[in-house]
């Protein structure tokens, strides 16, 4: 039988809800036997009935013992006893523990049953413990009792505080939220045992943001507890809430937490341009989509709510000018949307709007969410290039137009309002064939060399525009130039045709079928015409029929060739187009005889096989050698013979020599070179169209200067052919100056009495000049004193 004890120790017995049901018991003697318990005294039953308010009897349960947390003292605690029945207190039993902490927690008086905790109990780390009891025979070591299992329970006390787990905490509200606006719920957790008094039930209390937020007691809620809070006034507060156990009564323990809460932004503020007036400029010569300048609408709000969209509402620049609106910075960029001209328009106004493209409707009481300025944009004058009228060219010119012919006129002007001249030119990059040339003060394009389809059928030129006062203003225009075709290619065969016609061959046999080309290329198409030409008309060996499909079938008109007698024949073919004028041409069909077998297939085609051996012997080779060398021998003879017969040509010395003539290739200079140049031509272009006969001494330098003279700007068409033709022949001379070239001539030579004649150094005066020095000249120049009036030093003429 074993009882269990505790003594009524009032510090061990605090805070226990059974207290008096324990100590009421500890007056009892419990005897828990073997699966049986003795009987009380009648007393005693009457006692305990009275006690247990006539509960049923029963035997007490002895397997539970409570003990107090973190024990302070020094002392050993003390739990519990046990004791056995059969213990007579003479030391004869053993007592012994085992299970959890036994010996390192629990320890027992193996004599007396007493059990003490000898380590500091936290029931947070552990609540209980379960152990097993035994009564041993000293003596024997033969158990008493069987083993019985009980548990001691660690009681709770006021230990730990409640802690925020999560904190510190970060939270948002929308700005202008109501009161009572639920922000974030906090949570703090107490260790302490939540089943046992009040040292786990948690009070929430605000100590600091007030009297911005408020805080549920009990749920630990966060809620707004001031309208209208404005987040461009103030976006960040930082609010510390405590957690108090023991219901928040004195004594009790606390923890806080700090909650960081930021202020959202909603659109509550209307965009506003911060000026009135904008003042911009841009240049004339700016292209499409350039920049004009930047306008922005400030809003206090931030992220989406600050988004702004930009656009032109009234001006009178609303078709020539366009806003975007630029996504990270949120201003509004003006561009230009068609080509401007000072000209035309000096200045622009422009209304333009900024507004929220996302709004709130419970804040649109507090706008309007837009706003608008004004831009006023002045066009600024700058020197453009000349433009053409129109802006590309397309002309189609025959291949056999004339040189000089005008094909075209090129317009452009300067858009500047001085309106400057204009001077053409062909970029040679563009043309360096060099066919066409432009006009430099009328635009007229025209013809330079001879055109050829058949060569270049597409000309792709550029024709350049220069300012006159400013010539780094250049204009540029594409002309596209066509060359239309002409029929000036006669036909001719596709190839050389070679025929070849057996000896056993019979009349009407086709040996060949010829076609032709042509280098033109008319509309309508190629159409051929073959037939023999006049002096082969009645040829009686082979005949011609035109198939109609641009060939020809060539036929044998008799059979019974023979090869020995003749060979080869050469039949000629008159090919003709069908172009406007028709053009035709000869081809010649070469026909070899041959000799075929039965089956018509070549065997030779060689008339010298039936004349001459097919090798020769080796004497008849030693034989026409021979006579070889003798020929050569007689020849080398003869020569020899010839030049020993020549005298050789001695001078005498006594022979006057001055009566040779020598003959030099150099002609001399001044007047006495009346042969090297035609300075007519220089003065008349139409005797420069004539041939001019060239010397035959000396290779011709300059043939006529008038060619490389610049003519005036206005002539007439002849003069303009005259010019283009003269260009081209420079072009094609090799002995020409370079292009560009001007060869000055301003005196005659040092052979002349009268040194230069050139009225380059003459005096020009309106008085009448004296020529009276035309009488010092001598003989020679009398007749032309005569004619201007000269006199001697007596007064008479001569």
Not at 279 to 308: C, F, H, W, Y
Not at 566 to 575: A, D, E, G, M, V
Not at 654 to 659: A, D, L, R
Not at 686 to 696: G, T, Y
Request: glycine share 6%; with cysteine.
């Amino acid at each position: 039988m074993w009882t269990s004890g505790r003594m009524s120790n009032a510090k061990n017995l605090l805070g226990l809800g059974v207290s008096l049901y324990f100590l009421g018991l500890m007056d009892l003697t419990t005897t828990v036997l073997s699966g049986s318990a003795t009987s009380l005294t009648e007393g005693q039953e009457d006692n305990l009935s009275d006690k247990l308010h006539q509960r049923m009897k029963r035997s007490w349960v002895w397997n539970q013992f409570f003990v107090l947390e973190e024990y302070t003292g020094t002392d050993p605690l003390y739990v519990g006893k046990l004791h056995s029945d059969m213990d007579r207190g003479d030391g004869s039993i053993k007592y012994i523990l085992s299970g959890e902490g036994a010996g390192i927690v629990f320890t027992i008086d193996d004599t007396t049953g007493d059990i003490h905790a000898i380590q500091r109990l936290d029931r947070e780390e552990r609540s209980q413990y379960t152990l097993r009891a035994q009564a041993l025979d000293r003596r024997t070591g033969r158990p008493m009792e069987p083993e019985s299992e009980f548990i001691i329970k660690i009681q709770d006390i006021n230990d730990n505080e409640p802690k925020f787990l999560d904190g510190p905490y970060v939270a948002s509200v929308p700005e202008m939220s109501p009161v009572g606006t639920s922000v974030i719920q906090v949570t703090a957790t107490d260790a302490d045992d939540p089943t046992y008094g009040n040292s786990a039930r948690v009070v929430y209390s605000i100590l600091q943001g007030q009297p911005y937020f408020s805080v549920d007691s009990r749920t630990g809620l966060i809620r707004t507890a001031l309208m209208n809070m404005d987040r461009e006034a103030k976006e960040y507060y930082e609010v510390i809430i405590q957690a108090k156990d023991m219901g928040g009564q004195l004594g009790g323990l606390a923890g806080t937490t700090t909650v960081n809460i930021t202020l959202s932004d909603v659109n509550d503020n209307p965009p506003r341009f911060p000026q009135k007036h904008y003042q911009m400029s841009v240049l004339e010569s700016a292209p499409v989509s350039s920049t004009v300048g930047r306008v922005v609408a400030k809003d206090l709000d931030e992220g989406i709510n600050a988004e702004m969209k930009y656009s032109l509402v009234d001006g009178d620049g609303l078709d020539v000018f366009d806003i975007n609106t630029d996504p990270n910075y949120q201003v509004g960029i003006i561009t230009v949307r068609k080509p401007l001209s000072f000209e035309s328009k000096k200045s622009y106004t422009l209304k333009v709007e900024g507004a929220n493209p996302h709004l709130e409707m419970r804040f649109l009481n507090l706008g309007p969410f837009r706003d608008t300025t004004t831009v006023h944009i002045s066009v600024e004058d700058v020197d453009e290039p000349p433009v053409f009228e129109p802006s590309f060219y397309f002309v189609e010119v025959p291949e056999d137009v004339e040189i000089g012919t005008t094909i075209q006129i090129i317009s452009a002007r300067d858009p500047d309002v001085t309106n400057n001249s204009i001077r053409y030119s062909i970029d040679r990059s563009s043309d360096p064939g060099r066919f066409f040339y432009v006009d430099i003060t009328s635009g007229a394009l025209m013809t330079a060399r001879p055109l050829d389809r058949e060569d270049v059928s597409w000309h792709n030129i550029t024709v350049l525009a220069v300012e006159l006062n400013n010539p780094s203003q250049v204009g540029s225009v594409s002309v596209t130039v066509k060359v239309l075709d002409v029929n000036d290619n006669a036909p001719e065969f596709a190839r050389f045709y070679e025929a070849f016609v057996c000896e056993n061959a019979k009349a009407g046999q086709l040996i060949q079928t010829v076609s032709a080309i042509d280098r033109d290329d008319p509309q309508e198409g190629q159409h051929f015409y073959y037939s023999l030409a006049p002096e082969a008309a009645n040829n009686p060996n082979f005949t011609l029929r035109d198939n109609q499909d641009n060939t020809a079938w060539i036929l044998t008109r008799r059979s019974g060739f023979r090869q020995h007698e003749q060979n080869t024949f050469y039949l000629p073919i008159l090919i003709s187009d069908n172009g406007r004028p028709v053009l035709s041409s000869t081809g010649t069909l070469t026909v070899h005889v041959c000799s075929c077998d039965d089956d018509g297939m070549v065997m030779s085609c060689n008339a010298e096989a039936y004349a001459l051996p097919v090798s020769l012997s080796r004497g008849a080779l030693i034989a026409i050698l021979a006579c070889i060398f003798v020929l050569l021998v007689l020849v080398l003879l003869i020569l020899s013979m010839r030049r020993q017969r020549k005298q050789p040509y001695i001078i005498d010395e006594e022979e006057n020599i001055h009566e040779n003539i020598v003959r030099y290739d150099d002609e001399g200079g001044g007047e006495e070179d009346t042969e090297a140049f035609d300075i007519a031509a220089m003065w008349n272009p139409r005797e420069a169209q004539l041939v001019v006969k060239n010397r035959q001494d000396m290779l011709p330098e300059i043939e006529s200067l008038s060619r490389y003279v610049p003519q005036a700007c206005v002539m007439d068409n002849n003069v303009h052919n005259y010019v283009l033709a003269k260009l081209y022949e420079a072009d094609m001379d090799l002995w020409a100056p370079p292009f560009d070239s001007l060869q000055t001539y301003m005196f005659e030579g040092n052979g002349s009495v009268a040194e230069s004649l050139s009225s380059l150094q003459s005096v020009t005066t309106d008085s009448d000049q004296s020529y009276d020095y035309l009488t010092d000249w001598g003989p020679r120049f009398k007749k032309l004193a005569e004619m201007y009036g000269a006199t001697d030093s007596s007064g008479a003429l001569w």
